[in-house]
Structures are given as C-alpha cells and as structure tokens.
C-alpha cells in the first residue's frame, strides 16, 4: 500500500505561480514513477505530468510544457509540481498518482490512469483571469 497527501493548492491570478506536493508513505521503495492529473468539472481527469524515481526522467503534456515543472526529492519521498505563468484554464482538482511496478521498456514514462496504482485526494487549482 502507498498513500499520497498531496498539498499546495489555491487560488491564484493568472501568471500567478503555485507548488503542489505530494508525499508519499507506505510501499514507497518500490515505486517506479509518480505522476500528476488534473480534473477539471465536468470534464475527465486527464494527464498533466510524470517523473521516475529513479534516473529522474519526465514527461509533460504539450498544454503545460515550458510553464510547469516536475521534480522529486527521493529522501523524502515527495514529488513537487512546480506551476508557473498559470492560465485559467489549469483549474482543477489536481491529483498525484503512484505506478509500482517496471515496464517491459525501459524507462517508460507511464501518462495513462489505469497505468497507476495509487492515487491521492486531490488539491484544488483556482487561477483567476
């Protein structure tokens, strides 16, 4: 078992700035990558960024590339999502997610839900315009 509290979320201006955490407890020297979603209402929860623990590689989504960053700190097993020149169109309940295991291919960065095992409560993003 891994649970993830994630923290860091408000409201915000447009071009505002906000860090999300996510600290991981648990089952944490297994995991293999930790990502971040966001689910905005009524829409779907969709893919916004992923990092692995190991080696630090990442992954983003086009929408956010050059504005956000991902990054982990392994010795306190939190990941951080560093959000910069934010719109108001990033609002949503934004969620960490835990994959455990390896892939067949080496060092693939994992986007979709059900590639992850382990999820948290979600912290809102409000950017106002």
């Known amino acids: 078992q891994v649970q993830l509290v994630e923290s860091g979320g408000g409201l915000v201006q447009a071009g505002g700035t906000l860090r999300l955490s996510c600290a991981a407890s648990?089952?944490?020297?297994?995991?293999?990558?930790m990502g971040w979603f966001r689910q905005a209402p009524g829409k779907e929860r969709e893919f916004v960024a992923a990092i692995l623990w190991s080696g630090g590689n990442t992954y983003y989504r086009d929408s956010v590339k050059g504005r956000f960053t991902i990054s982990r700190d392994n010795a306190k097993n939190t990941v951080y999502l560093k959000m910069n020149s934010l719109k108001p169109e990033d609002t949503a309940v934004y969620y960490c997610?835990?994959?455990?295991?390896?892939?067949?291919?080496?060092?693939?960065?994992?986007?979709?839900?059900?590639?992850?095992?382990?999820w948290g409560q979600g912290t809102q993003v409000t950017v106002s315009s």
């Open positions: 997610a835990s994959r455990l295991g390896h892939f067949t291919v080496r060092y693939y960065i994992p986007t979709r839900l059900y590639e992850y095992d382990y």
């Open positions: 648990g089952r944490t020297f297994s995991s293999y990558a």
